[in-house]
């Protein structure tokens, strides 16, 4: 089999007709005709050998090979931009403002901004540090420019980076928090929290009670109650205090039904300047490397 060579405008094409629905709305989108872009999906289907899109209601849903190929049609134009703006512009300038969760504020923020920060030293960058559920409301309203979240895949603007393990976590020192037929004491987010939700529903299909003994509205918050030994947790272990641990399943909690989420980038489908551009690159790679040194890069860096 020969080389195929991928055209950059037909993967455009199918980011923006995924994010959309419809190839008529992505025609409008990109200035062109319907026919025109069912004739740019239809080449790229061809190329690779698999359907892309089906039909779903009135609009349309990507194929298990179209979720595929979106992965890496958006890897694919990352690199080609970047690799243009490098290039083309190497003192780039700008103002990005880019959220993240306090998840990976403490330790890996820090060494991704000092790097940003020695490549890019005209950029001026904006950090804020919120909830998955605020940071996305701020990127939707245009008060965020990029966001790291945690499991939100379905997002029609989600570019996948890793998937994390989710674990109990509880006190490395403070012993079992609760007896034999006593209800399993949590601590959680408060609520609206899909990690308290994945807790909830997994010691209810376990038939286990359970308490709230304690709700944070932070995460450090969170920690020092579980390191005081006031409950159990669910979430990633990212960043995971030392005082913490991942408890083994010789702790009597019961096994979590969806045990691993997607980190994934965010940029509400707007078109990236430059300076964005390059921030999203140091942001995959950063981040990349973090969890490769870890346990946690054990869970798979997404290609």
Not at 36 to 47: D, F, N, T
Not at 286 to 292: C, G, H, P, S, W
Request: net charge negative; glycine share 8%.
């Amino acid at each position: 089999m020969g080389h195929v060579n991928l055209d950059m405008d037909v993967l455009r094409t199918l980011i923006t007709a995924h994010r959309l629905g419809s190839f008529s709305r992505a025609a409008d989108k990109i200035g062109r005709s319907q026919s025109a872009v069912s004739q740019q999906i239809r080449k790229l289907e061809e190329q690779v050998g698999q359907p892309l899109f089906v039909k779903q209601g009135r609009g349309l849903a990507l194929t298990n090979a179209g979720e595929v190929m979106l992965t890496y049609a958006h890897r694919i134009l990352d690199i080609n931009d970047e690799a243009v703006v490098a290039v083309r512009d190497q003192a780039v300038e700008g103002v990005v403002r880019f959220g993240l969760p306090a998840d990976f504020a403490d330790v890996w923020l820090p060494a991704a901004l000092s790097d940003f920060k020695q490549a890019y030293p005209a950029i001026r960058i904006e950090a804020v540090v919120d909830r998955n559920r605020r940071l996305l409301e701020q990127l939707d309203n245009g008060d965020l420019d990029l966001v790291l979240a945690l499991d939100n895949p379905a997002r029609a603007d989600a570019q996948p980076v890793a998937t994390l393990p989710v674990v109990w976590i509880g006190s490395a020192s403070a012993g079992p928090v609760w007896g034999a037929g006593e209800p399993v004491p949590l601590a959680v987010y408060e609520a609206p929290c899909f990690f308290r939700q994945r807790a909830i529903a997994a010691l209810d299909q376990a038939g286990m009670a359970w308490r709230i003994a304690f709700s944070s509205p932070s995460l450090p918050g969170l920690w020092a109650a579980v390191e005081a030994g006031l409950g159990v947790t669910l979430r990633t272990a990212v960043a995971l205090p030392d005082q913490l641990r991942a408890l083994p399943g010789t702790a009597g909690l019961p096994p979590v039904p969806a045990s691993s989420l997607e980190a994934c980038l965010h940029d509400a489908g707007r078109t990236l300047e430059p300076a964005m551009l390059q921030m999203r690159s140091i942001i995959r790679k950063t981040l990349e490397d973090y969890l490769a040194k870890t346990q946690i890069g054990q869970a798979g860096i997404v290609p």
